[in-house]
Each structure stands twice: as C-alpha cells, then as structure tokens.
C-alpha cells in the first residue's frame, strides 16, 4: 500500500500518516458493532480509534465492550462519557484524545467500505492540490442493511459543477482514482455528504474548534464542514465509500427517500443559527493569527458571505473580535445601502443581504 501511495522514488525517509478514528455513539445499540467492525476491516492500517459513548441509556455501553473485547486490537480505545454533551462535544472528545495529523468521525449507526480510509488519505496527499477535508459519497441503507439509494442525495443535489459562477474555484483531477474535484475556500455552500463521509486535516479543527460544543447537539457536521472549507477549502471524492442509515431514529433525517429533489432532511432554523454564529464568533476570534496567511480581505469577504451584510453590522457592534475584519469595512455609506436594500422584499434581495444570524 505505501508503494500505491507515497510517490516513486520518494525514499525510505517517507512514512504514511496515521489516521485518527472518531466513533461517536449514542443510544445506537443495534448498530454499533458493524459500524466499529468496518473500521477494523479498513485496508489502510494505519489507524488509531477511539469509540466515543456520549452517555447513552441503551445497552451500547456493553455493545462496545464487547465488540472490542472480542476484537482485541490494540489500535481501539473505549471512551466512555460521564454526561451526555451532544454530537459536537462527543467529537471533540475523539479529537482531544487522538493525535494523527487526519481524523474522521464515523457515526455510530453509520458504516464504511474497507477503502474509506485508503481513498481519502489518497485524496488529501494528492500531486494536485491541497486541501482542508475530503467528503465521499455514501450508498443509503436501513435498519437492516438493505440497499436503498446507490448514493447520498444530498452529496449529488448540491454538486458545485452545476452551481452558477463556481467555475473559477473547482480544479478537477482526473488522474486519479476516484476522480478527485478539489473547491477553493472562497466559496459558499453545501459540497458534502455527511459527517461519515468526511475526513479532515487536524490543524484546521484545531484552529476553529468552538469554545462551546455544548451549543451544537445534532447537526455537527454543519459546523465542522464549513470551519474546515472556511480555512484550507474541500476535496470531493466521485465515489461511494460508506453506508449511511436511516432507522427511523436519525437526528437530521426523517427517514424515507421520497425522489430527486427531496431532502433525506432539514436543519431546523435554530440549529442552523446557533451554527453559523459559532462559526462567526470563531472566525473573528481567530482571524489576527491567520492574517499571515489568508488576506484580510478574503477573510472578511467569507465572514460576509457566512452570515450577510446586516448580521456583519450587527456583530461589530456586539463582538469587540469582529473589529480586526469589519471595522474598516463598515462604512457609514455601506450601511446606509445595507438598509435600504433591507426594505426590500426577502426575495428580491441579492443574496449577500440576505442575513443568516
């Protein structure tokens, strides 16, 4: 394997980075042994995972210990949470406790294909381009493991190639294998699937992680996703290498697929705003240490763009981090066209004055 990855003639010098496994679990006593067994039977060995139980009420506490009992690998560690924290909280919990410069979270009612791990640490170590995370496509199955979708709606709904104006920030490699399609930070969106089907570079997590996770119960991928893309953009994988599961139980899902052009599921409002508020909150927060390497410019262009003109008003005045982007920028002239573009209907609003938080 590490001849297929690490380039020709590199030398002996060059090892292959470790991988950190997050499996976050709660109340998913049915599905949690096949979901630590398909990281145990990854082809890319070089792994560590720890099993994160966010205080569950069900039997998968004893699920866990079995499973690891009888699997004996000393790449598994048991992380057992003394209160329930949410999604966000039992996520970070696997990145405190992990070290590999790549980590992914698999949920623990999720699954992935032996190669999941091979193909995205190929992806993040490709010739072409670098990049903050990976998404991969996910087939859809439920509760029993019968096949119902050969890909993830919502990962296909919202393929960038056929977003308008997107052109400029999409650098497809067809060289590899999967195709990779890499998309600048400059952009806004939904590119991914779900939090299974993700992967990322550490230090971008690290950069953004939120001062409060416990804000954040479902949904976490909402936020993790777009902190990551915000800082170093997305490579998206053109290939299945998961299982996502719908049981009826999903936080995000309400479980049936309906057709093209139906959501699996929706975020409610008020986890959408509680995201991008943390999400905001960060940036600014974290904004003087990266202006080295990202422009200021560019920086409070993303801000704008994540929460709209009015919300970008509204926190310089109540955020005194929000300064080092928006103090400049806030012009009496620009606020005054804020305004008067606010009289207009939702609808008719360009979609920068259409606030968020």
């Known amino acids: 394997m590490k001849e297929n990855i690490v380039p020709s003639g590199a030398g002996s010098h ?15 006593e049915a599905f949690i042994d096949t979901a630590i067994r398909s990281v145990a039977a990854q082809t890319y060995t070089a792994f560590e995972c720890v099993v994160v139980d966010d205080f569950s009420t069900d039997g998968s506490r004893r699920r866990i210990e079995e499973c690891l009992s009888q699997l004996g690998d000393s790449r598994f560690r048991f992380l057992p949470r ?7 909280t039992a996520m970070m919990t696997g990145l405190d406790a992990t070290a590999g410069p790549l980590i992914s979270f698999l949920d623990g009612d999720d699954a992935w ?7 995205h640490v190929r992806a993040h170590l490709s010739q072409t381009r670098i990049a903050a995370m990976s998404s ?24 960038p190639r056929s977003m308008p104006k997107m052109s400029g920030y ?13 998309i600048d930070r400059g952009t806004v969106g939904w590119f991914w699937s779900t939090t299974s089907g993700m992967m990322f ?14 804000e954040i119960k479902i949904c976490a991928d909402g936020y993790m996703a777009r902190a990551a893309h915000m800082i170093g ?6 290939r299945a290498l998961g299982s996502y599961r719908l049981h009826g139980g999903n936080g995000w899902a309400d479980g049936r697929i309906l057709g093209t052009g139906v959501d699996l599921g929706r975020m409610s409002p008020d986890t959408e705003i509680a995201i991008r508020r943390a999400l905001a909150n960060r940036w600014c927060e974290v904004a003087p240490g990266l202006a080295h390497l990202i422009s200021r410019h560019s920086m409070r262009r993303t801000l704008v763009d994540l929460i709209g003109l009015s919300a970008a008003f509204a926190l310089l005045e109540k955020n005194s981090d929000a300064g080092f982007l928006l103090k400049d920028w806030a012009t009496p002239q620009r606020k005054l066209q804020t305004r008067l573009i606010g009289l207009l209907p939702p609808k008719l609003r360009p979609r920068r004055f259409r606030d968020i938080v």
């Open 113 to 119: 294909h032996p190669d999941f791990i091979e193909c």
């Open 14 to 28: 060059i090892a292959l980075p470790t991988v950190s496994v997050c499996v976050g679990c709660f109340n998913q």
């Open 82 to 88: 003394l209160q329930n924290g949410g999604q966000l």
């Open 170 to 182: 999409l650098h497809v490699d067809t060289e590899a294998d999967p195709t990779l399609l890499f």
């Open 201 to 214: 570079r550490r230090a971008p997590l690290e950069i953004m992680r939120p001062s409060d996770p416990d």
């Open 136 to 159: 991969s496509d996910e087939v859809v199955i439920d509760t029993a493991g019968n096949l119902l979708a050969g890909g993830h709606p919502v990962f296909h709904l919202n393929d």
């Open 233 to 238: 953009g997305t490579v998206r994988i053109g």
